[in-house]
Nanobody
Framework: QVQLAESGGGLVQPGGSLELSCTAS????????MGWYRQAPGKQRELVAS???????NYVDSVKGRFTISRDNGKNTLYLQMNSLKPDDTAVYYC????????WGQGTQVTVSS
């Protein structure tokens, strides 16, 4: 059974940083496309950052230069380093793996507020 478990969310002041982690079990992440999505209250879920099995990363314009997605295939873990956080980054963040199926974690809350 494939499971994804996010961690690292929390409350941070504007301008601060957080690192999210997503650890997979039941599957090796190495060959697969993975992404970080977020959903703010009243808004649709959006793809924030993604990374292929080979490593190229893509970002939504609103986080370019502030967020970095990375993966450690040996630890079966996906990361999202978030710097210069803004109140608009407040959302529940989910990791996703696209293989034969599409798998989601339970989400982790990120709140950016003074």
């Amino acid at each position: 059974q494939v499971q994804l478990a996010e961690s690292g969310g929390g409350l941070v002041q504007p301008g601060g940083s957080l690192e999210l982690s997503c650890t997979a079990s039941g599957i090796s992440i190495a060959p697969y496309f993975m992404g970080w999505y977020r959903q703010a209250p009243g808004k649709q879920r959006e793809l924030v950052a993604s990374i292929t099995g080979g490593g190229p990363a893509n970002y939504v314009d609103s986080v370019k230069g502030r967020f970095t997605i990375s993966r450690d295939n040996g630890k079966n873990t996906l990361y999202l380093q978030m710097n210069s956080l803004k109140p608009d980054d407040t959302a529940v963040y989910y990791c996703n793996l696209k293989g034969i199926g599409s798998y989601w974690g339970q989400g982790t809350q990120v709140t950016v507020s003074s």
